[in-house]
């Protein structure tokens, strides 16, 4: 009987535990696919929350090319704490995360350079009202894109 609970336990704790396959605090950046996503070396595509960067795919947007270049100096090959918000994914199945190298979150740098907008995406707004006060200072000192 005492084997028949035991196998019971295993099937009801231990197996769900080792199926799943947990989104990391910390990773390495193994690629920087543009401005705002990254992939990490789990495999995971990781898109930055509360913030859009001009496109660098299929045509580069003004701006995208700086905002690309920032993001590679600031992650890339790097170790990056992950910071989640409400939402795990996003409809493309990327991890929605705010991104920091030791103490810098690179979402809110990269809005401070004036390489990002803030945008907001309910229900992940924890920072959100941070990321809008830093791109009213990029712009008006007139960094990146907001450059007169």
Same mark, same amino acid.
């Given at each position: 009987m005492n084997s028949k609970i035991l196998l019971l336990a295993i099937i009801i704790f231990i197996i769900p535990l080792c199926a799943c396959n947990p989104a990391p605090e910390t990773a390495t950046v193994t690629r920087v696919i543009d401005?705002?996503? $990254? $992939? $990490?070396? *789990?495999?995971?595509r990781v898109r930055y929350i509360? $913030?859009?960067t001009p496109e660098v795919h299929p045509v580069a947007e003004a701006y995208? &090319?700086? !905002?690309?270049q920032a993001n590679r100096n600031l992650v890339e090959g790097k170790?990056?704490?992950?910071e989640r918000d409400a939402t795990? *994914?996003?409809?493309?199945?990327?991890?929605?995360?705010?991104?920091?190298?030791?103490?810098?979150m690179v979402n809110a740098e990269l809005v401070r350079l004036g390489l990002a907008e803030a945008k907001a995406y309910?229900?992940? *707004?924890?920072?959100?009202d941070m990321l809008e006060n830093l791109e009213e200072e990029a712009r008006q000192a007139g960094?990146? &894109?907001? !450059?007169k």
């Open positions: 401005g705002d996503t $990254i $992939i $990490i070396d *789990t495999g995971h509360g $913030i859009d995208g &090319m700086e !905002a690309w170790e990056v704490r992950l795990e *994914t996003d409809k493309y199945g990327r991890l929605l995360r705010y991104v920091y190298v030791d103490d810098t309910p229900p992940d *707004t924890k920072y959100q960094r990146g &894109m907001w !450059a």
